[in-house]
C-alpha cells in the first residue's frame, strides 16, 4: 500500500455540538481543535501525501470526520449512507470531491435502508474488515460487500458490542501487524495477524494510523507509542485531545488513498 492523497475537512465552530457518548469530558475548545487539525496535516505531509483541504462546514458538527460518509480502496469509491441522522447529508457533501479523483464506473453507493459510516471499515490488503454496530447495518454491509466484489475485493463483518466504530478499537498497520484493544483482543477475524494489545487505560491509542511507512500516533499513549516503535515504525505524534472529546480520533479525521 501506498497513499498518494489524503481528504480533510477543517472542524467548524459546530464541532462543540458534535455527537458524544463522553460528555463528562466537555466540550471541545475550538480554536484549540483548529491547531490540532493544522498540526494533524503538518504531520500527514511529512508522510509524503498531497492534501486536499475542505472548508469547515458549520450546518454538519461532525463533518471534520470526513472518514465516514466515504470509503476509498485502490479500485473506486464508496460514498456511504452515515447511520446517524444529524451527519447522513455529509454525504452529499463530500461526493464531489471523491469525483474529481474517480470518474463515474469508479464511484458506488450505499442506498437506504443499508446504513454504513466509514469508521466501520477497516482496509487490509484487498479485504475489508466492516463492524456491525449501531452505524452500521446488515444490509449496508451486503451491498458493501456486493459493491466490492464487484471491483474483485473482498469485505467480511465483524460484529461490535462496546464501541462506537470498528476503528475505535482495532486498525491495520501494514506488515501483518494489527493494533487491538477491549473487545478485539480475542476475535477470531484478527487470529492470524500480529496483535498489538493495547491496554485498556490507553484504549483511545489503539486509533494509529499508517501513512507510508509512518505511524501517526495520538498524544498521550506511550504503551502504544513504544509498541508501535518496537515494530520498527517511525512515529509522529499528534495532539487529538479535542476531537476525543467528540469519540474522534486519527483515522476518522481523514480519507488517505
Ligand atoms: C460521531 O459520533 O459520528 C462523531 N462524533 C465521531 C465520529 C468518529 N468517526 C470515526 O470513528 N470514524
Known amino acids: 500500500t501506498k497513499f498518494t492523497n489524503v481528504i480533510v475537512r477543517k472542524p467548524g465552530k459546530s464541532l462543540c455540538n458534535g455527537i458524544t457518548s463522553a460528555p463528562e469530558l466537555g466540550q471541545p475548545i475550538y480554536e484549540r481543535a483548529v491547531e490540532e487539525h493544522d498540526d494533524y496535516i503538518a504531520a500527514l505531509k511529512q508522510c509524503g501525501v498531497e492534501v486536499t483541504e475542505l ?3 458549520e450546518q454538519y458538527p461532525d463533518s471534520c470526520f470526513v472518514e465516514d460518509p466515504a470509503v476509498i480502496t485502490r479500485c473506486g469509491a464508496i460514498i456511504t449512507n452515515p447511520g446517524a441522522d444529524s451527519r447522513n447529508g455529509e454525504k452529499d457533501e463530500i461526493e464531489p470531491t471523491i469525483r474529481q479523483f474517480f470518474d463515474d464506473e469508479h464511484v458506488a453507493h450505499i442506498v437506504s435502508p443499508g446504513t454504513l459510516d466509514g469508521g466501520d471499515v477497516m482496509m487490509v490488503g484487498d479485504h475489508f474488515f466492516v463492524g456491525r454496530s449501531a452505524r452500521t447495518n446488515e444490509e449496508g454491509i451486503r451491498q458493501f460487500i456486493e459493491i ?3 471491483w474483485g475485493l473482498s469485505g467480511s463483518e465483524v460484529p461490535l458490542e462496546e464501541v462506537l466504530h470498528l476503528k475505535t478499537g482495532v486498525n491495520y498497520l501494514e506488515d501483518g501487524n494489527m493494533l487491538v484493544s477491549g473487545e478485539f483482543i480475542d476475535k477470531p477475524d484478527f487470529a492470524e495477524y500480529n496483535k498489538v494489545i493495547v491496554p ?7 486509533n494509529c494510523i499508517w501513512v507510508n511507512g509512518t505511524v501517526i500516533v495520538p498524544e498521550g499513549y506511550p504503551t502504544v507509542l513504544a509498541a ?5 515504525y517511525k ?3 499528534v495532539d487529538t485531545s479535542e476531537y476525543r472529546k467528540v469519540d474522534g480520533g486519527l483515522s476518522c479525521l481523514s480519507l488517505r488513498f
Open 55 to 57: 472548508p469547515a462546514l
Open 148 to 150: 466490492l466484489e464487484s
Open 200 to 206: 485498556e487505560d490507553e484504549a483511545y491509542g489503539a
Open 228 to 232: 508501535v516503535q518496537d515494530l520498527g
Open 235 to 237: 512515529t509522529l505524534v
